[in-house]
């Protein structure tokens, strides 16, 4: 905002200063108002004729007249003039006014008299007379205030702050304005709500005619006032038909009508005529300016709009050069417009005349925006056609179809790509000559060409030229030509759901050149159409199965799978998603059977004595079943959903690789989803068996969570009972125990085992050593504790059958005894412990307790030795 825009508001707020002061006069009776009124009024209208007077002047002698357009002569009067307006309506207003202050009845009482009227007619009521300095003070402060609120940047938040300051000077109106002294009286508040309505057309003229745009600021300042004064006149009171609310309702629904629905169009309308008004001045410069402000406000305004469009095709060369500045406020696509409207007349050929006019707008253009060199070398060539110029042209189009050509800006030189490759294979049969397909089929222009005919159609969807190069040139493209454009990244113009069409209709032809067009498309499609690649790739490789094709059949399932990667599988469809990890299952399957394909082949090398060959075999064998194995995680880790089943191969490759710790963590993980799998079961049994402790130890805690150290306590005692075990069960019972060892060293089930295999293996003394450790050991609980009382009663069975010591097999015996498992057995064992000590007391009782169970295996030999110790 400029320093004549706070001038603007500063004199409307003088203005509604020395208005107030003029309404606080309030007359007594009606006849002193009126001609109070009339007094005041009509210097106002006087200085407002004299402004508008002036400003007329102005406007003939810049060329205007009123006959050319009788209703918006008068409005350019206004709006171009706003200093005379302003000068006129305050200077009259400051006439009114002081005429009647007591200093002023020597001149002003001739002036009164020149109309019939005494001084005492226009004379100021005390003690208003006495305020005229600070209602004027005031009116300047006020309106610095609205200068300083009109440039809060925020019109939403000036928006509400003025309907609120609108609503609050309305409510202290009717609060307070009856506890003014001398406003008691409705009839004084009636004439002082008129007075100051009276001014209110005065100070929108001010606002309408002004150079700042007008905003909020003037229209909460109107409402203001039209509610104040509304309440002044008791408007409820005259009009009980509208409600006790209405000097208030009425100026805020002005306030938000006008707001939002006038003021705005109210704007854009003022800029456009001040344009239409320079422009017929010839001041082409200001009519840029005042259009391209309004298609600011409102870019979709068709007045603003066309106003500049007319000025740029009526625009010549010789008022540029005579304006400078306009070079500067110039649209440049509009004046390439006018180029184009010079060199393309409707029905006709351009004269030499207009070939030349156009000629040096596209200089202007050129020297001024160079970005536009593309359209300006594409007009040009359309100028050198019509002056048969054929070489010149060709020489210019074939510049601009060269991606390489430098200075062209890309997004410009892609909007008329499609009307300068139309000339040089269609139209113009001198440019097919010297340019035409020989120029196409040039590396990357066909897919530009491609790009350029996909710009056009989105554009002009029925344009039949752009349809018939879209067949023509997919049919024609190569899938290199499509590689090669796309190594920078994904062609943008590009119909890949146009190539799969394409490409649905030949993978299945029986010819075999045809098939591979299609199956060509389809890999473009794929690549292009990441959301459905998976299914296209997976569709190219069930082609390339069917015809036997292995090798390609792979690769089109590992696209599947890199496409998917690349959108993120947890992001692809349902049914694109199942394709993807189909694509993992499948190239998970071929990476298994060229691995096994290996194995056999290192079988046979081996029995052929080729020690070396098959362990190159076997290698290569195991990179396969590492490839499987990645295919699989790859399938767990993105949500596939035969869980089981990854497991369980996983399981058998990690085998294969020799890998028995992943293998075991793959069948646990497995055991979780089906508990009874009977294939995971035994795939337990041998991968327990196949871990060593020494691997086991470097990973124990990261494996802890998943061991299952039960199973190999209740594996080895299970093995350790076996009857008739020879020295394999043995040795897995101790692998068993080394593992437990590893993972639970101070269990008591862990230890016992370990015992075990001791004993059977010979080892007495360091078997009975940790027994021994294992019973001076906590008993626990569950199964630690069913081990304790285990430990106790081998070691009870031990002292007394092989270390002859009774006695402390009658301690393991007895502590065993108060197990819930034992029974007549235990009792057994406690009596022969009495007997080889000599207590036969203690030796029948026991014995007598065993014969209390009949059906008992021991019964007759409790007999028996009770026969022996002489009780029967």
């Known amino acids: 905002m400029t320093s004549w825009h706070r001038n603007e508001y500063i004199l409307k707020g003088v203005f509604l200063g020395l208005w107030v002061f003029f309404a606080l006069q309030v007359p007594g009776g009606p006849t002193d108002a009126w001609v109070d009124i009339a007094w005041v009024v009509g210097w106002v209208c006087a200085g407002l004729a004299v402004g508008l007077a002036a400003g007329t002047a102005l406007q003939v002698s810049r060329g205007l007249r009123p006959w050319h357009n009788w209703v918006a002569f008068p409005l350019m009067v206004l709006l171009e003039s706003p200093t005379f307006i302003y000068a006129g309506i305050v200077s009259g207003l400051l006439v009114g006014v002081l005429s009647g202050t007591a200093g002023a009845e020597p001149w002003a009482g001739d002036l009164a008299g020149a109309f019939g009227l005494t001084f005492a007619d226009i004379r100021h009521t005390p003690p208003a007379g006495e305020w005229l300095g600070y209602c004027a003070f005031g009116g300047a402060v006020l309106g610095l205030a609205l200068y300083r609120f009109r440039q809060v940047p925020d019109r939403t938040r000036r928006f509400w702050i003025g309907l609120g300051v609108a609503a609050l000077m309305v409510y202290l109106a009717d609060q307070y304005v009856a506890r003014v002294p001398g406003l008691d009286d409705p009839a004084r508040r009636f004439n002082l709500g008129a007075y100051i309505l009276l001014g209110l057309p005065f100070f929108y003229l001010l606002t309408f005619c002004g150079e700042s745009e007008e905003s909020e600021v003037e229209i909460m300042t109107f409402c203001a006032a039209l509610g104040v004064g509304l309440h002044l006149m008791g408007f409820a009171k005259q009009f009980p038909g509208l409600g006790a609310a209405a000097p208030f309702l009425i100026p805020v629904t002005l306030y938000f009508v006008y707001a939002t629905r006038i003021m705005p169009g109210l704007r854009v309308f003022k800029h456009v005529l001040r344009g239409y008004g320079y422009m017929n001045l010839g001041r082409l410069t200001l009519a840029v300016q005042f259009f391209n402000r309004a298609l600011e406000l409102d870019p979709r305004s068709p007045l603003a709009g066309q106003g500049l469009v007319a000025l740029h095709n009526n625009l010549t060369l010789s008022q540029i050069d005579s304006d400078p500045q306009l070079v500067s406020a110039l ?19 351009p004269t030499p005349t207009q070939r030349a006019e156009a000629e040096r707008f596209l200089s202007l253009v050129e020297q001024k925006k160079p970005a536009y060199l593309a359209q300006i070398d594409y007009l040009r060539v359309v100028s050198l056609m019509h002056a048969k110029q054929y070489d010149a042209a060709a020489e210019t189009l074939a510049r601009l179809l060269s991606p390489e050509t430098p200075g062209y800006h890309p997004v410009v030189r892609g909007r008329v790509l499609f009307d300068a490759w139309d000339l040089a294979l269609r139209l113009h049969p001198k440019l097919v000559e010297r340019l035409g397909w020989d120029e196409l089929n040039k590396p990357g222009r066909r897919m530009e060409l491609i790009a350029a005919t996909e710009r056009k159609l989105a554009a002009e969807p029925t344009n039949p030229a752009a349809k018939e190069y879209r067949t023509m040139l997919y049919a024609q493209l190569a899938e290199g030509e499509f590689i090669a454009a796309a190594a920078a990244g994904r062609p943008k113009d590009f119909s890949f759901e146009y190539v799969e069409q394409l490409g649905l209709a030949l993978v299945d032809d029986a010819d075999p050149d045809r098939r591979e067009r299609g199956m060509g498309y389809m890999r473009i499609a794929g690549r292009g159409l990441p959301d459905k690649g998976p299914g296209i790739f997976v569709k190219l490789a069930q082609v390339y199965d069917k015809h036997g094709d292995a090798e390609n059949a792979r690769k089109s399932y590992e696209s599947a799978k890199q496409v998917g990667l690349a959108v993120g599988p947890r992001e692809l469809y349902r049914d694109q998603k ?176 370990e015992a075990r295999v001791l004993l059977r293996k010979g080892e007495r003394d360091a078997g009975v050593a940790i027994l021994e450790d294992v019973r001076e050991a906590e008993k626990g609980s569950g199964e630690e504790q069913e081990a304790w009382y285990t430990t106790t009663k081998l070691l009870g069975q031990l002292y007394l059958e092989e270390f002859s010591r009774p006695d402390l097999a009658l301690k393991c015996y007895s502590d065993y005894k108060d197990y819930h498992k034992s029974g007549a057995d235990t009792i057994y064992q406690i009596a022969k412990c009495y007997e080889a000590q000599g207590d036969t007391p203690n030796a029948i009782k026991f014995y007598s307790a065993v014969t209390a169970y009949e059906g008992h295996t021991l019964y007759w030999d409790a007999k028996e030795a009770l026969r022996r110790l002489g009780k029967e």
């Open 331 to 349: 649209d440049f696509t509009l004046c390439l417009d006018r180029a184009t409207a010079l060199l393309m007349p409707a029905g006709t050929v």
């Open 578 to 753: 199942a394709f993807y990890t189909d694509a993992l299952r499948k190239l998970a399957a071929l990476a298994e059977a060229k691995g096994n394909e290996l194995l056999a082949a290192a079988e046979e090398a081996a029995a052929r004595g080729d020690a070396d060959g098959a362990a190159g075999r076997r290698a290569e064998a195991h990179a396969h079943f590492e490839t499987a194995i990645a295919e699989w995680r790859q399938y767990l880790e993105d949500g596939g959903p035969a869980a089981l089943d990854a497991y369980r191969k996983l399981a058998e490759f990690y085998g294969k690789t020799g890998d028995a710790l992943n293998a075991l963590l793959m069948t646990e993980t497995g055991l979780t989803y089906s508990s009874t799998d009977t294939d995971l079961l035994k795939k337990k049994d041998t991968f327990y068996y196949s871990v060593e402790p020494e691997r086991l130890e470097k990973v124990k805690d990261r494996v802890v969570r998943w061991f299952d150290v039960s199973y190999c306590v209740k594996k080895a005692m299970s093995v350790l009972n076996t009857k008739d075990g020879g020295a394999d069960l043995l040795d897995w019972a101790a692998h068993l125990s080394a593992l437990a060892r590893v993972m639970k060293p101070t269990s008591n089930g862990v230890r016992l085992i």
